[in-house]
T-cell receptor, first 111, second 106 residues
Framework: DVKVTQSSRYLVKRTGEKVFLECVQDMDHENMFWYRQDPGLGLRLIYF???????EKGDIPEGYSVSREKKERFSLILESASTNQTSMYLCASSTDAYGYTFGSGTRLTVV | KNEVEQSPQNLTAQEGEFITINCSYSVGISALHWLQQHPGGGIVSLFM???GKKKHGRLIATINIQEKHSSLHITASHPRDSAVYICAVFANDMRFGAGTRLTVKP
């Protein structure tokens, strides 16, 4: 069963910590995405990548960075976590406009 | 104004009721997706539409390209249908509605 796997379902981190959210896909997809989901705002794109070592800013990249050293893995990094980064984070991958596959999400709480 | 607007934001229904969720968008698109997200869970794709109508079990999705509008219908609703339903459109990238939280009571 093909899928997108996010390493943690729930995380609690302290303000100022460096946080790594990992996403792995086994579908050989070129495109990978990180979104955050907040009530009333829907999913907002943080960063995306169309190829290994390639990254592009989405709508809300501030306070985040990403890494894509291998095709199957796309990591989201919070350099210094803040309470306004408490959210649900969703990873997705796709080959084209039509087929997006989402991970199960990571609910991050920053205290 | 959001490029993708869903209504209603919240919907409570009794088991067995017919349910409609609406989605309007303001950009030219190549595809529209209806997604389902269960509480605490990831997102699964229900339908991808570029025209007309699709049916899968008790779920029906329609799209009117000229009016930039899509609807998701659930017939004979059941408590296990309780979830957030998200409309997403693909233009140059994927844009999401804020979601409709559906609760079906037994």
């Amino acid at each position: 069963d093909v899928k997108v796997t996010q390493s943690s379902r729930y995380l609690v981190k302290r303000t100022g910590e460096k946080v790594f959210l990992e996403c792995v896909q086994d579908m050989d997809h070129e495109n990978m995405f990180w979104y955050r989901q907040d009530p009333g705002l829907g999913l907002r794109l943080i960063y995306f990548s169309y190829d290994v070592k390639m990254k592009e800013k989405g709508d809300i990249p501030e306070g985040y960075s990403v890494s894509r050293e291998k095709k199957e893995r796309f990591s989201l990094i919070l350099e210094s976590a803040s309470t306004n980064q408490t959210s649900m984070y969703l990873c997705a991958s796709s080959t084209d406009a039509y087929g997006y596959t989402f991970g199960s999400g990571t609910r991050l709480t920053v205290v | 104004k959001n490029e993708v607007e869903q209504s209603p934001q919240n919907l409570t229904a009794q088991e067995g009721e017919f349910i409609t969720i609406n989605c309007s968008y303001s950009v030219g698109i190549s595809a529209l997706h209806w997604l389902q997200q269960h509480p605490g869970g990831g997102i699964v794709s229900l339908f991808m539409l570029s025209s007309g109508k699709k049916k899968h079990g008790r779920l029906i999705a329609t799209i009117n390209i000229q009016e930039k509008h899509s609807s998701l219908h659930i017939t004979a609703s059941h408590p296990r249908d309780s979830a957030v339903y998200i409309c997403a459109v693909f233009a140059n990238d994927m844009r999401f509605g804020a979601g409709t939280r559906l609760t079906v009571k037994p």
